[in-house]
C-alpha cells in the first residue's frame, strides 16, 4: 500500500472536520466527563458515580431496560421500513408520492406531542381503545415496554425507509436478473441477492435507529410509565426534579456513550467486508400485479404509513378543536390558531432561520466527510467514522449542556445567541448527513471518479462533476433528514434558548407543560406545514422526480 | 510524442504481490500491447501507469520526467476501462465531451471532435441517449471514444474490444490502429484475444503472475518464443517430452542428431501445428519423424486440424484449405515429419535451449 503523503483537497477536509469535531463536541463533551468523575460533595476526583450505576438496582434496571427498548425499536423500524421501501421500490404502487409524504410526515411528528397524540389513541381511556371495546375487542392500553416499542418503531421507521429505498434503487438489475437466470426464486433471491446488496444500507438506518431509540427520553417518559431508561433517568437528573445531581447524570450520560460505541463497532463487524460497486446502468423496474397481490401490497403499504402517521394526523385534528382554556369541547373553531397568531411569531422564523443555516453547513460538510469515510479509509478517517456517532447517541439535554458549560466564558461566549443553537443542532445532525452519503457511495464504482480524473479533472473536481450528481439521492435523503430533525430539534434547544432564541418545538414543549394542548396543537400544525412545504421545495428544486425519494 | 520508461515497478495489494518487478521500455508512438492470462496483473500495470493507485517500488518515466507521484490529473493519460466506467448521469455527448471540457477547448471544436470520436466508434446518431439505454458493447465504444477524443501523450486501454461481435472488433481494432498511428500516441493496449494482439501490436509483452515472460514484435513473440510459457499462451503449440542425450534429441523411440546443443537432460520440444507435415509433405532437412492415428478431425474453416496420437504424445497438425473429403482421414495411419529447423526447446524451467539454428 501507498505509504506517500499526498496534501490535496481531502487532507484539508479531514484537518478541517477534525477541529470542528474537536471543538464543538470532544471539548463540549469533556465537561460532562469531568462532571462525572466529580464527586458532588468534596468535589474530588472519584468514581463514585460509575460505582453506583452498577451497584443501584434502578440504574441497573434503566441499563437493561435501555437495550430493551433499543433493540426493540430498532428491530421495529427495520421490519417495517425495509418492508415499505422494497415494496414501493419494486412494485406498482399507486399514490406513491402520498406513501412517501406520509412517511416523511411521521418523520416529522413534532416530539412530545407525538406521544401525547399516541395516548390520546391508545391510552387507557385511548379513542380507539374505547371504539375497539364497544365492539368487545379489547387490546391493552399503550403504556409500558411493548407501547414504547411500538412507539419506536413507527416513530423511526421512515428513516429505514428513506435509507434503504435510495439504496434498493440503485441495485444494478442485472445482477438480480442473473440471480434470476441461475434458477434462484424470487424469495430466495430476496434474501441471497438483494438484501446482502443493500446491506450497507440496512446497517447504517439500523444503527440510526438503534441510537435514536435509546437516546429519546420522551417516548418512554410519557409512555412508559415504570419504564424507566438511562436517557429519562438523566434528563430528571439534570432537569433537577428529584433534587437534581449532575454528576450521576453525566456519568449515565456517559454510559449511553459507551453502549453506543459498541454498537458502532458491532456495526463495523457486519459490514467489514463489504465493498459492493455497480455503476448503475439498469435500474431496478417496478413489477405491476395484479389481483389479489395487488391489494395486499397497497393495504400493506399504506397502512404502515397511515399508522405512522397517525399522529400527526391527529394533532391537526386536534388543532381545529374548540377548547375552553386547556381543556377540548366538542365542536370545531379557530381560536388556538388565533391565539397563536397573537402571541407568537418569533419562534417561527428563528425555526426557519436556524434550521435552514445548520442544514446549509450540514449537507455541504456532511457530503465531504461521508466521501472521506467511505474512500480514504485510514486510522484518522476511521476515528473521524467513530467519532461522528457519538453526536447520534448524546442525548440532546446532554449536548445543549455540555454546550453552557464550555460556551458560556471566553475564549468563546456564545451564551444566548442564535449561533449556539445552531451549532449544536449542526454537530447532532452532522452524522445523518456523512452517513447517508457514505452509504450511498458504496454504490457508486470509484473507477467513474478514475476516469475523470484520467480526462484531466483534479480530483476535488472529479468528485463535484460526477460522483456529487450520482450520490444526490443521498445527498437529499441525508439532507431532508437533518432539515427536519433541525427544525423539530428540542431537547438541545431547551437548554440553550433564552427569550429572543425561542423556537417553535421548544414553544410547543412549553405549551403541553401549560396544559395548553389546543395552543400546542396549533403550533404543531403550523410546524409540520413548515416541514411539508420545505421538503417539496427540496423536492422540487433538486429537480429529480426519480431521485430516492420521489 | 511521449516515450514510457518503466523501471523495476512492483505493487502489492496487502501482502499479496501482484507486481513483480516490471521493466518496458516503450517508444514514442508505439502500439504496445499486453497479453496474459486472466489475473496477471494488467490492469493493475495500467491503473499504476495511470496513476490511480501509487507504486510500491519503481519509477515510471514519460517524455524523461519520472511521474511517479504526479496526480492522475496531470499526467495527460487517457485510459478505457475494462469496466468502461461511463458516466451513468451524462449523454452519450457529454461523456465524450467530459475531457474535452476540462481542457477547455473552444465549443465549435468540441463539438467536432465529438462528432468525430462518435464516428470513428461508429455510434453517431446516439449523441443524446443516456448509457442506461444502450447496449453493452456500445457503452464500451463510448469509452472508447471519450479516451480517444482528448488525444493524450499516452493511452491505455484495457480490453476495449471484449464485449463486441467478431465483425465490429475486426473493423475497430484496424481503426483504432489508423487513428493511433494517424496521431502517433503512444498506446499500451490489454487484450486475451491472441490475434487481436498480434495483428494490431507494434510489440507485444506477454505477462504471467505479475512478471514479464517476454517482449517482442509478433513475429518474434509467434515464431521465437523464448519462454515456454509464451509459446504456450500465444497460439496453438505441441509439446512433446523428449530427451537431449550428448548430441542426440530422443523423441519417442525415435533418435535425430541434433549437434546444435551441448549436454542431455530432459527437455521439451516444441512446434506449431502450421510447421507439422504431414504424409506426402515434401520435408527438406533433418526432422524427427513419428507416425501417427488421426483421431479427431476439426474443421476450422480456412484449414482444418488433424489430432494425431503418436507413441511420443497428442500432435496437432494442421492441414491448410481441407479438400472436401478430410473426413475421411479419421482413424487413418499418417506419417509426421517435424522439421527441426522449426521446432522450439524448453527446458524444463521454461527457457528456451539458445542455439544456433534450433529455434
Ligand atoms: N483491490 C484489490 N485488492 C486485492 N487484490 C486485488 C485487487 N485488485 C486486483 N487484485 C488482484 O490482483 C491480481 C491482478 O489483478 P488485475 O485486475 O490486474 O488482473 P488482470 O490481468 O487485469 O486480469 P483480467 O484479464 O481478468 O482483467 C489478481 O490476482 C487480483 O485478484
Ligand atoms: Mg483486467
Known sequence: MTTRFRFDLWTFVLIAAWIVLLILLVWPLSSILRASLLDNDTGAVSLVHYIQIFTTKVYQRAIGNTFIAGIGGMTGALILGVTLAFVTTRFHIYGRAIIQTLAVIALVAPPFIGAYAWIVLFGASGVVRKGLATISVSIPPLYGVAGVILVFSFKFFPHVFLITSGALGAINRSVEEAAESLGVSPMKRLFTVTLPLILPAIAASALLTFVLSIADFGTPRIIGRDFNVLATEAFNLFGGEVGGNPGMASALSIVLIVLSMMIVFGQRWVLRKNVYYSNLMKKPERKRVIGLKAVGLHVLAYAIVLFGALPAIIVVLFSFRRTSGPVFQPGFSLQSYEKVIATVSAPIWNTLMFSSAAVVAIVISGTLIGYLISRRPNIATGTLDALLMVPYIVPGIVMGIAFITRFNDPPIALTGTGLIIILAVYVRRLPYSARSVAASLKQVGPSLEDAAVSLGYSPGKAFMKVTVPLIVPGILAGGLMSFVTAMNELSSSLVLYVGSTITMPVRIYLSVMDGEYGTASALSTILLTMTAVAVYAAFHLSGRKESALL | ?359
Not at chain 2, 132 to 149: D, K, Y
Not at chain 2, 263 to 268: A, K, P, Q, R
Not at chain 2, 271 to 277: A, D, G, S, T
Not at chain 2, 333 to 340: A, F, G, K, Q, S
Open chain 2, 1 to 359: 510524442m511521449a516515450d514510457l520508461k518503466i523501471q523495476g515497478l512492483a505493487k502489492s495489494y496487502k501482502d499479496v504481490r501482484v507486481l513483480e518487478s516490471i521493466d518496458l521500455d516503450i517508444a514514442s508512438g508505439e502500439f504496445f500491447t499486453l497479453l496474459g492470462p486472466s489475473g496477471c496483473g494488467k490492469t493493475t500495470l495500467l491503473r499504476t501507469i495511470a496513476g490511480f493507485q501509487s507504486q510500491d517500488k519503481g519509477e515510471i518515466i514519460v517524455k524523461g520526467e519520472r511521474i511517479g507521484t504526479k496526480p492522475a490529473h496531470k499526467r495527460d493519460i487517457g485510459m478505457v476501462f475494462q469496466d468502461y466506467a461511463i458516466f451513468p448521469h451524462l449523454t452519450v455527448a457529454e461523456n465524450v465531451a467530459f475531457g474535452l471540457k476540462a481542457r477547455s477547448l473552444p465549443k465549435a471544436e468540441i463539438e467536432q471532435r465529438v462528432i468525430e470520436s462518435l464516428k470513428m466508434v461508429r455510434l453517431d446518431g446516439y449523441q443524446n441517449r443516456l448509457p442506461a439505454e444502450m447496449s453493452g458493447g456500445q457503452q464500451q465504444r463510448v469509452g472508447l471514444a471519450r479516451a480517444m477524443a482528448i488525444r493524450p501523450t499516452l493511452l491505455l486501454m484495457d480490453e476495449p474490444l471484449s464485449n463486441l461481435d467478431a465483425k465490429l472488433r475486426i473493423e475497430l481494432r484496424e481503426d483504432i490502429r489508423d487513428i493511433q498511428r494517424r496521431l502517433g500516441i503512444t498506446t499500451i493496449y490489454v487484450t486475451h484475444d491472441q490475434e487481436e494482439a498480434l495483428a494490431v501490436s507494434d510489440r507485444i509483452c506477454v505477462m504471467n503472475k505479475g512478471h514479464v515472460e517476454q517482449i517482442g514484435t509478433p513475429f518474434e513473440i509467434y515464431r521465437k518464443p523464448v519462454r515456454r510459457f509464451a509459446a504456450a499462451f500465444v497460439g496453438t503449440m505441441n509439446f512433446l517430452p523428449a530427451r537431449l542425450d550428448g548430441g542426440n534429441l530422443v523423441v519417442g523411440g525415435q533418435s535425430v542428431a541434433y549437434p546444435h546443443v551441448e549436454g542431455s537432460g530432459e527437455i521439451e520440444v516444441a512446434i506449431r501445428p502450421e510447421n507439422v507435415l504431414l504424409a506426402g509433405g515434401a520435408g527438406e532437412g533433418a526432422a524427427i519423424t513419428l507416425k501417427g492415428e488421426v483421431r479427431k478431425v476439426t474443421f476450422l474453416g480456412r484449414e482444418a486440424h488433424y489430432t494425431l496420437k503418436t507413441e511420443a504424445g497428442e500432435i496437432v497438425a494442421q492441414v491448410a484449405d481441407p479438400a472436401h473429403d478430410f473426413v475421411t482421414m479419421e482413424g487413418r495411419m499418417v506419417d509426421i515429419r517435424l522439421p527441426l529447423s522449426k521446432v522450439a526447446l524448453f527446458r524444463p524451467n521454461g527457457d528456451v535451449v539458445k542455439a544456433g539454428s534450433a529455434r
